[in-house]
């Protein structure tokens, strides 16, 4: 018999004792590399573990994140935690269980079959036995490699899985505890504040140390290393007057910022760009009529509603980091490159803070803090970006052009579809190649990483769901990685799938209505895939959609599918909305196919969360450029950069489907094209007229209805 | 010149020393007086992280200067309940699972507690009319508001506050 085939990070972490620990009776430990961003995935974990390894959830502590502790599992990103890390914690703690079943069996000298085990207590027969997994501990060894031999539960037998459990992380922020980095307070500890370096290359020409001084009304002191400058000091509220005056006393040469053309999706058009063609070639000669259509979507910042924040000490030769990021060992060997050390003298510990969305300003904040402490051995650094610094410098998700051609049959379906985008690129996480933003303030800077998208083995970047999922004879994508950019590009939910998702399920309405047929049933008939056909057709129930249901008149309707990555989960979404001269979205339904459900409401809060910052990003979000600000940032806080309210989200009902029989998928960021473009589909229906640029703003709304 | 402030925090008396009296309260909170639950999210009073209650009124802390709470009574998130005792908002937030990064939560459930205070039945509107000061950039609305009603209603029961 062929070894079973362990996943992905159990095999890169094969010890078991990275995994699972019974450290004192009764109680049990579980280590993952993924970390809680407030997606639940922790509790999502103590679930697997308490159904594998037949314990109560209570007895089991999880820690994550820790590159002393736990499992190295890259980065937690891309919906992944739950279809990689999950699978391998399941499989971590079978495979555990089993070797304890073995060890029972050995020393109540009897068949593993007779065996079974209730809450960590050894049964045989269904007897108790005196036997646990304390009592046993000793005698086995968890330092074994997985093997891959315990038997995972087969569904019927899961408890914990599949119930909907409260997040364990919740209570302590619901009654204020100290549970977030930025709450983190170290004996002897100094704030810190970064004076920001504009832009590559740009250095310090002349500080006015006096005024800021004076500014602070309290003693600070600086740490300088090239043109990298921090102001330092025990008082936060001194330190934060200081960086504020610094903002005017110091002055930058070699300063470039971005001007507001650049801040338009149409500018790529004729940069420089790597160009690369997937998919079939060449045309479909069927084909006989042509369709083009052109959608852009404009740059977003990840917003998080705390900024960045990151603290550093260096003792000893050792470097203990401590970060909000979402991978702690890529961050740790950035730190290594940038520093000067080897990765053994650092450790990096994640610590919750808000909600990322993605490559946010994290890795930064806490290599901020590391560059400091190295020049203050001994002191605990701690740097808390200010608002508008992560606004500016957090790195951006890129504005995108996305222009679809296809070839219809006589019947008006697709035969041949090529989409093709233009964008810089979605990823320069330190770990794929991207610098840390600190180390471009040092002396010898790093060179520029080259250009470089998120493969198309792990989804692509610009190019994810680039494809339609239908039934279309010929498919291909043609990417231009765009080089040169005016800011700094990176992940945020879902990459490229919100602009490619917006642009071809925008299309397809475009088709159905050139058809004369329902948007629903334009796509059902050109979709085969069961389970896409299911999420479609349970949220048009789900909605009361009403084929030929009449537009205009300022109330519309608009459905729209994806599945993510086109590998990954289903999601359909119906979104109601009423347009006068802005957008008011009443109502969105939607049903997604995920496989099997660990935590069903956790799931449905992601998707949630997922719908309204999409609608969010539709309907306000632009970061705007302005060369006569002097970062050129004209989005620098939450004024000028609105995100949707309380009063504008709407009502939302969410159905899981499919849930115990296929393997398990994240769900982070499925909602995110299918509520853009369903969006976009119900505004074409109410206004009769179509938008193709976001965000869908008054102005354009406006616009588009005097064309009218 | 280091100077005196009096008032108090969740019904206890404090006096902090300080030399700029122009110290944000949040800072205040933060750094002398260990209590973390009030969040740092803009420092430029748009965000509502950092809501407190100032003699009941729910106000923006990070840029309310430390002299002008001298003698008033100020509310933070710690004030309203304890796991063991919790606030009937905070306890509906758990039931409704009201939150997921959970940044935004200490200032929403202090706007809320300020808003039952004064309307023990709001509607959907007036919530989000209430909390359209709080940003929560996860997504998490609709529990939230689902909470605050829940809340309302056991209140409005008789529930311990
Ligand atoms: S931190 Fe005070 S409003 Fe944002
Ligand atoms: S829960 Fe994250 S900002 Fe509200």
Redesign the interface.
């Known amino acids: 018999m062929n070894a079973p085939v362990l996943p992905g990070p159990l095999k890169d972490n094969p010890s078991l004792a990275r995994w699972v620990a019974f450290p004192a009776p009764g109680q049990v430990a579980i280590n993952t590399g993924r970390v809680e961003i407030g997606q639940g995935v922790l509790t999502a974990m103590v679930q697997i573990a308490a159904d594998e390894l037949d314990v109560a959830m209570t007895r089991i502590a999880i820690r994550s994140g820790d590159t002393a502790l736990t499992p190295n599992e890259g980065y937690t990103a891309g919906s992944q935690s739950i279809q990689f890390g999950g699978v391998a914690m399941r499989q971590a703690c079978a495979d555990v269980r089993a070797l304890f079943l073995d060890q029972a069996a050995k020393v109540l000298a009897c068949p593993v079959s007779e065996l079974s085990i209730r809450d960590g207590s050894i049964l045989r027969n269904g007897v108790t036995t005196g036997q646990d997994y304390w009592t046993l501990a000793g005698a086995v060894d968890l330092k074994a490699n997985a093997t891959g031999a315990g038997q995972r539960k087969p569904v019927a037998q899961l408890k914990s899985i599949g119930q909907s459990s409260a997040r364990l992380d919740l209570p302590g922020k619901i009654f204020g505890q100290a549970t977030f980095i930025h709450d983190m307070r170290l004996d002897g500890m100094l704030h810190a504040r970064v004076v920001r370096q504009p832009n590559r290359g740009a250095s310090i020409g002349a500080i006015d140390e006096r005024a800021i001084l004076r500014a602070a009304k309290a003693p600070v002191a600086f740490v300088r290393n090239g043109s990298f400058l921090a102001i330092l000091g025990d008082d936060e509220t001194a330190v934060d007057l200081a960086a504020v005056a610094a903002d005017t006393h110091v002055k930058w040469q070699n300063v470039e910022t971005p001007t507001a053309v650049q801040q338009e999706a149409n500018w790529l058009l004729q940069r420089p760009a790597v160009d690369r063609i997937f998919g079939a070639e060449p045309a479909d000669p069927k084909g006989r009529e042509r369709f083009e259509r052109t959608y852009t979507r404009g740059y977003l910042a990840h917003a998080s509603i705390s900024p960045s924040c990151g603290l550093a000490e260096f003792r000893d030769g050792h470097l203990t980091v401590w970060t909000h990021c979402q991978g702690v060992f890529p961050l740790r060997a950035a730190l290594a490159k940038t520093l000067g050390l080897e990765a053994s003298a650092i450790t990096v510990h994640h610590v919750q803070g808000s909600g990322c969305y993605g490559h946010n300003g994290a890795d930064d904040a806490a290599a901020d803090a590391a560059i400091i402490a190295m020049q203050k051995p001994g002191v605990p650094v701690r740097v808390r970006w200010r608002r508008d610094e992560e606004f500016i410098y957090e790195p951006k998700t890129p504005a995108m052009i996305v222009k679809v051609h296809a070839l219809l049959d006589d019947a008006g379906k697709p035969t041949d579809w090529t989409q093709e985008i233009w964008s810089p690129t979605h990823n320069q996480r330190p770990g794929a190649g991207g610098n840390l933003l600190g180390a471009l303030a040092l002396p010898n800077p790093p060179p520029e990483p080259p250009p470089n998208d998120v493969p198309e083995s792990n989804g692509g970047g610009a190019t994810r769901n680039a494809e339609p999922l239908y039934d279309i004879a010929a498919k291909r994508h043609i990417h231009h990685l765009v080089t040169e950019t005016p800011i700094r590009t990176s992940a945020l939910r879902g990459l490229g799938a919100m602009p490619n998702v917006f642009a071809l399920e925008c299309c397809i309405d475009e088709l159905a209505e050139r058809a004369g047929q329902d948007p629903v049933e334009y796509r059902l008939s050109i979709t085969a895939y069961k389970r896409a056909r299911a999420v479609i057709e349970k949220v048009a129930a789900m909605a009361g959609w009403k084929a030929g249901e009449p537009g205009g008149a300022g109330r519309g309707r608009g459905i729209a599918f994806a599945r993510y990555k086109n590998r990954a989960a289903y999601a359909a979404c119906v979104v109601e909305l009423d347009v006068d001269e802005g957008v008011r979205l009443r109502h969105v339904w939607c049903a997604t196919d995920a496989g099997l459900v660990i935590n069903p409401d956790g799931v449905i809060n992601q998707l949630e969360g997922g719908i309204i910052q999409s609608a969010s990003w539709v309907l306000k979000e632009q970061v705007r450029f302005d060369n006569s600000v002097a970062s050129g940032m004209a989005s620098f806080d939450w004024e000028t950069y609105p995100v949707l309210k309380f009063s504008e989200v709407p009502e939302i009902d969410i159905a899981l489907i499919n849930t115990k029989d296929e393997a398990p998928l994240g769900v982070g960021e499925i909602t995110a094209g299918p509520t853009a473009a369903a969006i976009g589909n119900a505004v074409s229906h109410a206004l009769g007229t179509r938008i193709r640029d976001l965000p869908l703003t008054r102005e354009r709304i406006m616009a588009s209805l005097l064309k009218e | 010149m280091t100077q005196k402030f009096d008032f108090t925090v969740n019904g206890k008396p404090v006096s902090v020393a300080l ?2 009296e ?3 309260l949040l ?1 205040v909170l ?2 002398e007086l ?11 009073e ?2 509502g ?1 950092c809501t407190v209650l100032i003699d009941g009124v729910p106000e923006k802390c990070c840029a309310k200067p430390v002299w002008s709470v001298a003698g008033k009574a100020v509310v ?3 004030g309203l ?3 063991q005792r ?1 606030h009937p908002l ?1 306890q509906a ?2 039931d409704e ?1 009201a ?8 200032g929403i ?1 202090v706007s809320a507690k300020a808003l039952l205070d004064k309307n023990p039945s709001p509607t959907r ?1 007036q ?3 209430a ?2 000061d ?12 689902r909470a605050v009603e829940k809340a309302a209603a056991q209140l409005r029961a008789g529930a311990p506050s």
């Open positions: 030399d700029n122009e110290t944000p800072n933060r750094n260990d209590l973390m639950g009030t969040r740092f999210g803009c420092g430029l748009q965000c992280c933070t998130i710690e309940g304890t796991p919790p905070q937030f758990i699972q939150g997921q990064c959970g940044y935004c939560l200490s459930i509107a919530i989000a009319q909390l359209d709080n940003i929560c950039r996860c997504g998490s609305h609709n529990r939230i508001m």
